[in-house]
């Protein structure tokens, strides 16, 4: 089985600490994914990886940096945390397809509030 | 207007209803997918499908590729079905999914 591990279900953290969420997953998938989910507003993409050090801007990637230094981590990085950002964080991998159809598989998530 | 809707956002049964939810989407897809996501949060993946008809066990998907429209059925529901079921579809040349804002489904006993 795939597994996906997010390092923490629940975060609290304080308005301008720098945030790391870390993602690990198991199956040596290429592509890697950061989502953020809030009421009403699904699930949007954050940042996108598709090979070590390779990373793509997803539809919402402003305030966030991302690390991928090793295929099966890819780590969100919150440089200066406020309080927009308290959300539900998602990690999900999926294998490079050669039509692009393949499921992602994802982790429990990181509910992170932001005081 | 979203790429892809979904409708409707919050469903109640009572155990034992036919449960159908919907998801049409505006743009060219290569895959249709169906995810399930408990309390707690984790979303696995139901189905994915590009045309026709799958089903596994009491869920049944359908998608209607002229219409741009699926449905996820569930028969027999039962409490345990209580959930949020996303749709979210894969566009050409993307391994990307655009994502549907989910339906709550709540089966009461």
């Known amino acids: 089985d795939v597994k996906v591990t997010q390092s923490s279900r629940y975060l609290v953290k304080r308005t301008g600490e720098k945030v790391f969420l870390e993602c690990v997953q198991d199956m040596d998938h290429e592509n890697m994914f950061w989502y953020r989910q809030d009421p009403g507003l699904g699930l949007r993409l954050i940042y996108f990886?598709?090979?070590?050090?390779?990373?793509e801007k997803g539809d919402i990637p402003e305030g966030y940096s991302v690390s991928r230094e090793k295929k099966e981590r890819f780590s969100l990085i919150l440089e200066s945390a406020s309080t927009n950002q308290t959300s539900m964080y998602l990690c999900?991998?999926?294998?490079?397809?050669?039509?692009?159809?393949?499921?992602?598989?994802f982790g429990a998530g990181t509910r992170l509030s932001v005081l | 207007k979203n790429e892809v809707e979904q409708s409707p956002q919050n469903l109640t049964a009572q155990e034992g209803e036919f449960i159908t939810i919907n998801c049409s989407y505006s743009?060219?897809?290569?895959?249709l997918h169906w995810l399930q996501q408990h309390p707690g949060g984790g979303i696995v993946s139901l189905f994915m499908l590009s045309s026709g008809k799958k089903k596994h066990g009491r869920l049944i998907a359908t998608i209607n590729i002229q219409e741009k429209h699926s449905s996820l059925h569930i028969t027999a529901s039962h409490p345990r079905d209580s959930a949020v079921y996303i749709c979210?579809?894969?566009?050409?040349?993307?391994?990307?999914?655009?994502f549907g804002t989910g339906t709550r489904l709540q089966v009461f006993p």
């Open positions: 743009v060219g897809i290569s895959a």
């Open positions: 990886s598709y090979d070590v050090k390779m990373k």
């Open positions: 999900a991998s999926s294998p490079l397809s050669e039509i692009a159809k393949n499921i992602q598989y």
């Open positions: 979210a579809v894969t566009t050409y040349n993307t391994d990307k999914l655009i």
